[in-house]
C-alpha cells in the first residue's frame, strides 16, 4: 500500500501563485509515476502534470510556461508549482501515484485531494 497526503492548496488572486505538496509512504519500491489530476464538480479528473521515477516531467499543454513538477525523493514529497494561476485552474487536485504488479498490471493510489480557488 502506498498512502500520499496532500497540502499546500487554497484561496489567491488571479496570477498568484501555490506549491502543492504530495508526501509519499509506504510501500513505495514499486512506483514508476507520480503526479496530479484535478476535477470540478460535475466533470471528471483531468490529468494535470506527471513525474517519473527518472525524474522525466510532463505538464498539461495548458498549464505549460506556468505549473512545475518536481520530486525530493530524500523527503518522499512531489510538488507543483502553480505561478500566474487563473480562474480555470480553481478545482480540487489529487495527487496520484502508480505503482507496478508483477509485469503488467498496475495499482493506482489517490490522495484525498486539496482546494485550489482562483479568484478574478
Known amino acids: 500500500q502506498v498512502q500520499l497526503v496532500e497540502s499546500g492548496g487554497g484561496l489567491v488572486h488571479a496570477g498568484g501563485s501555490l506549491r502543492l505538496s504530495c508526501a509519499v509512504s509506504?510501500?513505495?519500491?514499486?512506483?514508476?509515476?507520480m503526479g496530479w489530476y484535478r476535477q470540478t464538480p460535475g466533470t471528471q479528473r483531468e490529468y494535470v502534470a506527471s513525474?517519473?521515477?527518472?525524474?522525466?516531467?510532463r505538464v498539461r499543454d495548458s498549464a505549460k510556461g506556468r505549473f512545475t513538477i518536481s520530486r525530493d525523493d530524500v523527503n518522499s514529497t512531489v510538488y507543483l508549482q502553480m505561478n500566474d494561476l487563473k480562474p480555470e485552474d480553481t478545482a480540487a487536485y489529487y495527487c496520484?501515484?502508480?505503482?507496478?504488479?508483477?509485469?503488467?498490471?498496475?495499482?493506482?493510489?489517490w490522495g484525498q485531494g486539496t482546494q485550489v480557488n482562483v479568484s478574478s
Open positions: 509506504g510501500n513505495i519500491a514499486n512506483v514508476y509515476v
Open positions: 513525474i517519473s521515477r527518472d525524474g522525466l516531467p
Open positions: 496520484y501515484a502508480a505503482a507496478a504488479r508483477g509485469l503488467k498490471d498496475r495499482d493506482d493510489y
